[in-house]
């Protein structure tokens, strides 16, 4: 990072500060332009164990470093989560995700490149690079390339991986603009303003499609979510077939 963006970014984030010390919302506005300035202000806070908020291709979600332990109880304490219930993992790139998770034969680059970036999430099992307080206990993980130029390149900047789950308290509806989840903002870091999300397509809402491909050459979705048939159909084509118990 250049002298001259580092003293952007912090200035930025000195403001954000302030703003936060008198309970303001935090919100960094990245719909028109996505700037090395927001991207820095959101890495830096990820960095020191803070939560965000980032816009993706489905619904807005928070997010903090998979591998901050401390950061991932933050997570679940501002979600109002069940600390039994399972974080699902973003990482930048589709090529990444060999990275965190072990590939099975029926898991080529070809599916990944064709199921990824998008609303699905592929739930495979987990590599020992993970960090072991995310999850424990589980062998497989979920994980995601979001559609989304930011959360990519948030992701691709920190270098480790997204810990990501919905910007909305435990059963409530999942968010398609900032104002849907304001009574998080006081407990985040930042809230990365993309507008809002899913266009007319209220099927967004739903989440990405949850798919289990732990077991060699076959799939089970988890929860069918926004792309269930696209998914489906890619899947099939690649010859994996659903399992049925």
């Known amino acids: 990072m250049s002298a001259k963006i580092g003293k952007t970014v912090s200035n930025i984030f000195s403001h954000v500060r302030e703003r936060k010390s008198f309970l303001m919302p935090p919100i960094v506005n990245i719909a028109s332009s996505l700037s090395k300035e927001s991207l820095g202000l959101a890495v830096k806070l990820l960095r020191e164990g803070d939560i965000v908020s980032l816009p993706t291709d489905t619904v807005y979600g928070i997010a903090a470093d998979a591998q901050n332990t401390r950061a991932i109880k933050k997570l679940y304490e501002i979600k109002g989560r069940a600390v039994t219930k399972p974080l699902a993992i973003c990482v930048g790139d589709p090529e990444d995700v060999g990275e965190w998770c072990n590939l099975s034969a029926n898991v080529s680059n070809d599916l990944l490149r064709a199921l990824l970036p998008g609303p699905v999430t592929l739930v495979l099992e987990r590599k020992t690079l993970l960090n072991s ?27 480790s991986p997204l810990a990501l789950t919905s910007a909305n308290k435990s059963s409530e509806l999942s968010s398609l603009c900032i104002t849907e989840f304001s009574d998080l903002w006081d407990s985040l870091g930042t809230v990365f303003d993309g507008g809002h999300l899913g266009g007319t397509d209220s099927s967004a809402r739903q989440g990405s499609t ?34 049925s118990s």
């Open 210 to 243: 949850v798919v289990d491909l732990v077991t060699p050459g076959h799939f089970k979705i988890i929860r069918p979510g926004c792309a269930l048939q696209d998914t489906i159909s890619i899947l099939k084509s690649f010859g994996i077939l659903e399992y």
């Open 133 to 159: 307080d995310l999850n424990p206990g589980i062998s497989s993980v979920g994980i995601r390339v979001p559609d989304h130029p930011f959360i990519r390149a948030v992701a691709q900047k920190l270098g």
